[in-house]
């Protein structure tokens, strides 16, 4: 297994990966074992320009295993930029691919972030909809920062657990420094992807597929939760555009 086996374009400094979703499962599928104690990121326009701005995070960002191209505009700039195979892979879809095909191949899941309330509801919408899956544990974590004894509890319950999967729900950027920061101290892949949780525990719904088709899941969202999402969009899709439509960078 070789990270260059990984094709990649290189937006705003960070290295996203240049696949699709059909290469990403078959990708996971023959080297997830190997992936034990290491991280994905999950990328979209709002982590690539936070880490075009922070030298720590884009860091980050490019010492995972791989940068997933969630957002729609990643893709589009990719396949511009001569990779036409680049498409769209969110987080949400990987956690449904890999969560369909986990009775077949015996995957072991753990979820890390949320809130007891949220684990609760994804572990019975889970089984409702995945009734094989095996989930081998879950944890929120308090939102404060943790003591390096609670840590160190928490890390060794994940690896009594034997996951194959850690999947990571704390939000970005604190899902990408925590996944960094515990590389090669856990068991399973890491693979951060942010409001995940909500989406399969039924907080959050998600866009038509009409929408998602037209990379509109963004829109879909900003109606959502309007008061959180407006500036953090404005902000950000506008630096994008700038930065990485315009100028190419």
């Known amino acids: 297994m070789e990270k260059s086996e990984i094709p990649v374009c290189r937006i705003l400094g960070v290295n996203i990966a240049a696949i699709h979703m059909e290469w990403l499962l078959n ?7 190997a992936l034990s104690g290491k991280y994905i990121t999950v990328a979209n326009v709002h982590t690539t320009v936070m880490a075009y701005e922070s030298p720590k ?3 980050i960002q490019n010492n995972a295993v791989m940068a997933i191209p969630d957002g729609g505009p990643l893709g589009a700039v990719g396949r511009k930029r001569g990779y036409p195979n680049m498409s769209r892979t969110t987080g949400p879809d990987l956690m449904g691919e ?5 009775g077949e191949k015996g995957y072991r899941h753990y979820f890390y972030g949320s809130t007891e309330e949220t684990l609760g509801m994804l572990r019975e919408k889970l089984k409702q909809t995945y009734p094989k899956l095996e989930i081998a544990g879950m944890y929120a974590p308090p939102f404060r920062p ?12 994940v690896n009594r657990s034997k996951p194959d999967f850690l999947w990571v729900g704390l939000g970005a950027p ?3 420094l925590w996944m960094a920061e515990h590389q090669g ?15 399969f525990a039924g ?9 998602q088709k037209c990379n509109l899941e ?14 953090r969009y404005l902000i950000t899709n506008t630096k994008f555009i700038l930065e990485a439509v315009i100028k190419g960078k």
């Open 27 to 33: 990708y996971l599928i023959r080297h997830v074992k």
């Open 57 to 59: 995070y884009c860091q």
């Open 98 to 102: 890999i969560f369909r095909i986990s």
């Open 146 to 157: 943790m003591t390096r004894e609670e840590d160190e509890k928490a890390i060794e319950a």
């Open 174 to 176: 604190k899902q990408e």
């Open 185 to 199: 101290k856990v068991s399973g892949l890491m693979i951060g992807v942010g409001a995940g949780f909500d989406y």
């Open 203 to 211: 907080n959050i719904k998600r866009a038509p597929m009409w929408m």
């Open 218 to 231: 963004w829109l879909y969202r900003l109606l959502q939760e309007p008061g959180r999402l407006f500036k």
